[in-house]
């Protein structure tokens, strides 16, 4: 889902647009997914925070702040994770005051800044990886 925050840029494309729904298929397509995933309209931050269901997911939000841990360190490897990723540049001092509030753990995914689409990709990435490893399966290995 994606939610309207400060540093939103008014150009970005709209979630929930033929567009976005043309991206979604495009990317089920190519990654063989034969389930199109639901497309939800941009929410402001503070209505998607406030709708939080407790679920017992960790809260994970990528922070670009100099003392947010390795993702590593917060996230571990197994179980349910949510995850906030921020626009380009991140989220403000005072949104990600209020992620934490609502339970989000800050977390760095290391010295680069990352672009907004990228950073969630490289997170996936190594929480994939993690996961092979506690299992014994091979990355990327999906049968059951």
């Known amino acids: 889902m994606r939610v309207r925050c400060c540093a939103s840029t008014p150009s970005a494309p ?6 976005g729904r043309q991206i979604a298929a495009a990317a089920c397509a190519q990654s ?38 390795p993702a590593a360190a917060v996230a571990g490897a197994a179980g349910a994770l949510l995850v906030l ?37 490289a997170l996936l990435a190594w929480t994939l990886v993690a996961s092979a490893a506690d299992t014994g399966a091979a990355a990327g290995d999906t049968a059951a």
């Open 85 to 121: 990723g921020g626009p380009e540049g991140g989220l403000t001092p005072d949104e990600e005051h209020r992620a934490r509030a609502r339970g989000f753990l800050p977390a760095s995914l290391g010295p680069a800044v990352l672009r907004a689409e990228t950073a969630p990709l």
């Open 32 to 69: 063989g997914r034969g389930l199109l995933p639901r497309i939800e309209p941009i929410r402001a931050l503070d209505a998607w925070l406030g709708a939080l269901a407790d679920d017992g997911a960790r809260r994970l939000l990528l922070s670009l702040a100099a003392d947010a841990p």
């Open 14 to 19: 709209r979630a929930g647009t033929r567009t």
